[in-house]
């Protein structure tokens, strides 16, 4: 089972303070780590901006920038000069990052929403995510959009890198629901269904429709979905507003009743493989 940390606004983190961290965890985690990223202005910066910086944030950079940095630590090269040391007690060493494994700078993911960061990603060997949200640059058709995307990512990936590609998608089933939450379920996709008929605002933002219902009824439009057809990974996007036993409900459905029917399988029980 791998650990995944969906996107970091790498605008409010220190790029080597935060490869510290990164590494940490997948040295501790055995090299299951999967940490992903996004750039730009981060969410809520004129109310937490002010708590997290020294001086006026809006002259820093926030842009892609700080991912590279953050990338250049993980891959472990040392600090200073072919000179420069660092004596301890213990012993005198040449400075990097510690601890340092070589695999995460391959499991590192940037999420993306338009073609611009989608090329960047591919240029400098990121691997990409891209969830219900595009910018909607050229198209008026979120599929379309998104394909949009996945073209332009994989025209800039070097050659022979095999670099991962991942979607992501509101998935409500609603089998093991009893009325009342299907109901709620049903209520909660009819609010937001508006949103997905044309590009919003003046960034044309498009949006997927949510899939809410049968877990059969999922599966036939998720095997529809040209985009799914054009990737190997399929990430579940579980809406903010739910309670717990809401998305214990929705996990055991889509784990029994959809994972299975889109070929994927879990590991067997320890005594099967035995």
Do not use: C
Not at 79 to 108: A, K, W
Not at 185 to 194: G, L, W
């Amino acid at each position: 089972m791998e650990l995944g940390t969906a996107v970091i606004p790498i605008g409010y983190e220190s790029p080597f303070r935060l490869a510290e961290d990164l590494s940490l965890a997948d040295v501790l985690s055995r090299g299951r780590l999967q940490a992903g990223f996004s750039a730009g202005t981060p969410p809520h910066a004129e109310l937490l901006g002010p708590l997290v910086f020294d001086g006026d944030w809006r002259g820093f950079d926030l842009s892609h920038g700080r991912i590279a940095r953050l990338a250049d630590n993980l891959r472990g090269d040392y600090l200073g000069g072919p000179d420069t040391v660092i004596r301890s007690p213990g012993n005198t060493q040449r400075p990097r990052l510690q601890p340092h494994n070589p695999g995460l700078i391959d499991r590192l993911w940037y999420g993306v929403g338009s073609a611009t960061s989608a090329r960047w990603a591919g240029a400098n060997g990121l691997n990409l995510l891209s969830g219900n949200i595009v910018a909607g640059e050229r198209h008026d058709d979120f599929a379309a959009a998104q394909l949009h995307l996945l073209e332009e990512y994989r025209r800039d990936v070097a050659p022979g890198r095999p670099a991962r590609v991942a979607i992501g998608r509101v998935i409500v089933p609603t089998d093991s629901a009893d009325r009342t939450t299907r109901d709620r379920y049903r209520a909660y996709a009819a609010s937001r269904h508006d949103r997905t008929g044309k590009p919003q605002g003046e960034r044309r933002i498009l949006f997927a429709p949510d899939l809410v219902g049968p877990a059969a009824e999922i599966v036939e439009r998720l095997t529809a979905d040209p985009v799914l057809a054009r990737v190997s990974e399929l990430r579940l996007e579980l809406p903010y507003e739910f309670r717990r036993d809401d998305y214990e409900q929705i996990l055991h459905d889509t784990v029994r009743l959809i994972a299975p029917a889109l070929g994927r399988r879990g590991a067997a029980p320890a005594a099967a493989r035995a």
